[in-house]
């Protein structure tokens, strides 16, 4: 039996694994547990006052958010995804976060309230990593503060900018100015009056031999001139304002060669730095709302109010093994994302890649799944404003193509796992060795009746 | 090979398979064809202009809708759902019906412009079955010139209402007037002047022991005092303005008992006859949008632009393998539909009850499942308005709660399923007796190594 | 209402859907009734009995199967396949006969017993199609009275033969006389008595600079010096004796060049005539198996001695579902399948392809899956020999290989599909030309609110 | 970063998630890479041995198994998987065994070589836990030296014993004698001539008011007088000789009430314990049986000799997200596998019931599915002999109906969760109140627009 003591027995840690709980140290306890009160209680129930207040001003941040955050600022709750090994870090590890993360996706902008949300974490955990002091205190500083806030531009309409060195929006450099036109989709909206920044992925060398060379990564100031959002996109109908997600021209767009990153031409070093810990915030979100679906599901399922032929909707064996089947996806997606999350602390985030594309590829499936199911036991009323689940199966579906989309992933682990297959030939080819020699100890045809597929090789 | 000469090769009759085309009359052929160039240049290309006057004056049919619903009109594209045996019918049969629904389906609102959209199509219906020629003349008239719209009431928020015995909203009649009390969910929305009346399904005679002689129907005007809609219901965000969907309060409403279809406790009469075709018709325009965005996906396949490692899109023998599971069900789908439509036409509605079943259980999964997989191939831009496979999937996804979920179709139909098991039984008993015969005339042991599953019987 | 009759209410037409009906000519109806006579009363019943001689001497055909072959020629139930346009034909359409594979395919050796089953039927349509006279009288009317078995002998075990251009085995013509080199899988059990040849596709010209002209077709008989069949090959562990599939070597084997069929170089031209029939032919016999799988499922539910948990195994609303699910999953197949064999009827077997293919891919994916359903309902004994399922499963497995796995197929019906891409390319490119019209009309402008995804090509 | 040593890049240990690597006692590290040794080098190249032994003398125990028992025990390889809190244990924690019992499912039989094969493991749990000193002494003692094999009897074919207070099998105590009448199914095979005795379950007392006090486990030893094996059950066509499964008749079968267990009336007492660590075996050989299959596949994809449409079939990138989606499917059930281990390690095999059932659900549809797809993925000959992977296919097959089927634990997970509705209502409550107060505090109206589904409650 474990020798170091488990977590309270609080509603925060009870579907943890017993070897995450006991990796969870004393000082990580406690601020999960307020991360915890802080979403049921000033959160979740605030939700219809959020969507009042956005209902009246779509495209400006909401005061209530505004005085969340204010509140969890003081209570020490901001900016804890930044890993422990950063030293502006509150201090938290990746598994640690990681148990935050899932409580915060019981409510859609729970995250925000702590800045904790996509896509400040992977902007902040950039310039924390890349940034000259000056940078930082320029751009890094107020985003941690909350003051201000920012967006990462990269996809671009004309392009499979899935694959990044297609990306061709263009980035010359006169003398201490970048000049940049092109077209960009996604990155959060200029019409939100907050927004201070893109984090642009540019091409700056189209000509260079190497084509991991050819890009450069650079701060805009959301207010520059010639950068212009056309269009708000929506995904799935949702217009997700006041952040939303623009469609830009950029149209001789300068700024200053010092808002640069880490240098010409070394976007794709900056671009594999950032993304890894915020897929797997992604995923806890996930999971943390497939717990809030399965608590309404479940609610739904023992409401005497509604017994189709007579019986509770959870009397139906059917919705049983439904039940069952839901309970035992989210735990197991969440096994998948902590044991990445904890790899990431071990061995760090290079070799926590392949957990990291593991858990961005199936939990966004699962998890959408899960809460269609969710609103399927609920019937007509489960696809309407009823019930937050439409909400939440537009997030999961739309984690599905966010950083590229499932199949670019899955082909970048099926072709990092086919390099094992040579080694695996040379293994039967032993095998066949050693298979000679026991035939003939016996005194057994090795081509005949003992013939097997190593054989084949 | 067929004697009956085949349509022409119109893009209208491609994918119909070769027994449907025969089966297609004279009559039916040049007007499907029209149908089909109707959607492709009036409807289709139109669709921008649509969105553009909604979005000007949301709860108000726009006026694009309203010419194009006067020209269709003229054209003789009204009404052609209303099956061949009806006095008021425009002649086609359900099969040469669902041809059309195919390709209304292609356009959202296609079928509003020929007066063919839900729920006007079950309620013209169910008014054409079961109305006093006085009742036509007031309610059904104003539905077929398409001067006026109606909704149907049934679901409510408090109830299990997939099964509609449990249908609790209160009518008491005084007089000759009827007082109802309740809440009702969906319906087409109050809010939209154009709404006529609404058809609605209350309690009359609670402790009536027949439980399907409990309920009545009746036609309530939109306006009447008492009525109130709270809000509109969106569906995955969507509000479908203008009809839209709508959430509602009955508080001492009165309508006269001259407005009573059918007469008091019949109800569960109408509510059997109404809803069989309208479901071929929604299958059959889902079958339309998935060829629709079958052709988005195919276009992206080969869009020179979008190269993701230097290869088209449909180079990538994982996207020509996904297309050929998607050509293959959806022309599955089709023949599960228009098998459907051809058994009602032959055996009528109620033997065709279990196709009707069939489609609506498989269909929407299925299709919802396709342009699930098109929004996956266009990536990030495939879940925006850039394409319309969101507002498509949404309403793939809608009909599988529409008229009850699955899973009470499900039940239904496994449950007359399992009416053949005792026949089986008997079948089975009858081998085994032929089976001993067998065996003694060959010298086999029935009881030993002869021992087959029917022995356990 | 349809003016034909339909046929009258025997077993034999009850699940067939009202458009396949009303196309049995009346010279089909008993015929298919005789079948399902015949399989109920002569085959299925004894299984058993087939099975315990078998037991006792494996590799020779039952007596019992020699019997009921005779038999049922006496009844004029003898190659029922051969569609009517071959001269040699007793007359049934494909749909009409595909209606027979149905009822064979509830006994897994029925269709032997009425010489229907593979690859006799593959093989003497080939036969009857590309022999001439002599060879005919030779290799193809023993086949048809049934006193000459054959096989068919393509696959290579060390080539990726489904890609058939890769076949290496070597012709090489001396004289009048062809020495074949080389090693084959599949293809009937030499070790069978009874079988008379092997129609053997082998590499003549492998230089040929087309590769489709680098193969031949021809007559092995099948106790020719230099072949030896070095093992029975098994599926998922079952001989299939005593036909089973072999493994063979040849060795300078000889045979005369009149037994090359059409001339050298032509194996393809073959090839491509040979395989669509005989794939509708698995494909209905599947269907065949799903229903008597679901027979003994539903009478398993209805057990009364199996109650887990006090009720009916039917009686879990979870089982009441599934037997949905199977109920409809079995019918959209045969829509699937009868379809197929429709077209092939009017329009031939090339027009029929796609089809063809369609059912090759859908069903046998399908099959295994409701068979496998109907184990697990069987709890433990759904896998034990108590019940045929696991044969059929593995049957229905099987077919997924035969022919080629399904991943070639869905690849060749991709690449077509995507054929039609610059089509729908083109149609929206005359959607965006209209919709420039109609916004000028209304006066939108169709670059900004009005831009749809057409506007991005 | 973990300051425990993590265990040598030996490949034993590469696959295993970081927080179990740092959790293998410096104890169990040379143990596991013992294991990993004995069956690369001893079972997997002696496969074809193994078969031809067997081929020789069905129903006997091959020479080559007995050889490598008396071997591996010298190595102390025997018994490792009883946990070490029991006193005969080796000392190895269930999550250590697990490690082991993957690398043991590389090979079907090498568990047996290790006498960690079932059922010997439940059986030898089972008599380590109940039995008195003297039974120890007479069964457990012969078992863990291997001198003998056990198997356990509980299914019967005339009930739904899935639910195993349904068992009928009747047991009756005379003096010192129980008497023993009933058909039984499934239990290793009386005709193999090493096996010593059935563990049997019983109905001693079926009046016994309370269901789970009726049946008593007693020990029968095998050539007991009145015990006949009618026949052996194959398994979808396999003998699995010599081991088997039976079917059993006992016609007053005696054996002395010393044989009983823990006493009459308590075999369900016994049953709880047996099972848990068992079925982790199981899904740990599975997942080892599916790193196998998939080392096959990868070999296959990089077969030069193999190249449909002249591309290796690796290359082709569809085969790329299959070989993706293995590799992540079998990683993910390792992990749910490994934390049940370790959660009965910590809390005890009561506690770690859901998670024991989670992987009894999850892993074996997971697994066969993936054994599925490498067997397509080589064709023809995937389902032959030429490969594992058939037998592989059976064995994953067969874990889903063994200790009952799927459907039964899926009902008992999913009937333990909703205990937990009630809760998550109250909590739901909890946000309703706070909902209030937020609204009060922002002058927002409660009951309208930020009404949510809590407020339906």
């Keep these: 039996m474990s020798s170091q003591a488990p977590p309270p027995d609080h509603p925060a840690f009870i579907r943890l694994p017993p070897w995450v709980k006991s990796k969870l140290r004393p000082f990580a306890i406690p601020i999960i547990q307020k991360v915890h009160d802080w979403v049921e209680t ?8 959020m969507r009042a207040q956005l209902a009246q001003d779509r495209w400006k941040t909401p005061k209530l958010m505004h005085e969340l955050r204010k509140k969890a600022k003081s209570l020490g709750l901001f900016n804890l995804f930044l ?13 640690e976060y990681a148990c935050c993360a899932e409580i915060m996706g019981r409510c859609y902008w729970a995250a925000q309230t702590m800045n904790c949300h996509a896509p400040e974490t992977g902007n902040i955990e950039l310039l924390a990593k890349y940034c000259t002091p000056e940078q930082k205190e320029k751009w890094l500083k107020p985003l941690m503060e909350g003051t201000m806030c920012s967006a990462y531009s990269m996809t671009e309409p004309d392009r499979a900018s899935s694959d990044a060195t297609n990306i ?9 100015e970048c000049i940049i036109n092109g077209r960009k989709l996604y990155g959060n909206a200029q ?100 717990e809030r679906a399965y608590e309404l599901a479940l609610i739904h399922a023992i409401d005497p109010a509604k017994k189709p032929r007579g019986k509770l909707i959870g009397a139906f064996d059917s919705n049983i093994e439904r039940i069952a089947d839901m309970r035992m996806g989210i735990d197991a997606m969440r096994l998948v994302v902590l044991n990445a999350a904890d790899t990431m602390d071990i061995h760090g985030n290079k070799a926590g890649k392949y957990a990291i594309a593991q858990s961005k590829i199936l939990v966004p499936i699962q998890a959408a799944k899960i809460i269609d199911e969710c609103m399927q036991m609920f019937g007509g009323q489960g696809l309407t404003q009823h019930t937050p689940l439409p909400e939440m ?52 045809d090795p081509g005949l009746g003992g013939r097997a597929v190593e054989d084949l090789l």
Tied chains: 1, 2, 3, 4.
């Design 42 to 49: 000033e959160c979740i129930p605030a939700e219809p006052v």
């Design 83 to 95: 890993p422990n090994h950063f030293k502006e870090s509150p201090g938290l590890t990746n598994l």
């Design 168 to 176: 061709g929006c263009s980035l010359r450099i006169e003398g201490d």
């Design 191 to 290: 019409w939100n009056p907050e927004l201070g920044f893109y984090i642009l992925m540019a091409c700056s060398d189209p000509e260079n031999p190497n084509p991991w060379n050819r890009h450069t990564t650079v701060i805009v100031p959301a207010r520059t001139k010639g950068l212009t959002m056309t269009r708000n996109l929506t995904i799935m109908g949702y217009d997700h304002a006041p952040e939303g997600h623009g469609e830009y021209v950029y149209e001789n767009v300068r700024v200053p060669t010092a808002n640069i990153i880490l240098g010409p031409g070394r976007a794709f070093e900056i671009a594999q730095g950032r993304l890894g810990p915020g897929r797997i915030h992604h995923c806890m979100r996930l999971i943390g709302q497939c």
């Design 393 to 444: 199966w537009t997030y999961a579906r739309f984690v599905r193509v966010a950083d590229g989309p499932d199949a670019a992933h899955r082909h970048q682990v099926g072709r990092d796992a086919l390099k094992a297959a040579e080694g695996f030939r040379e293994r039967h080819k032993t095998y066949n060795e050693r298979h000679k020699e026991i035939c003939r100890a016996w005194g057994v």
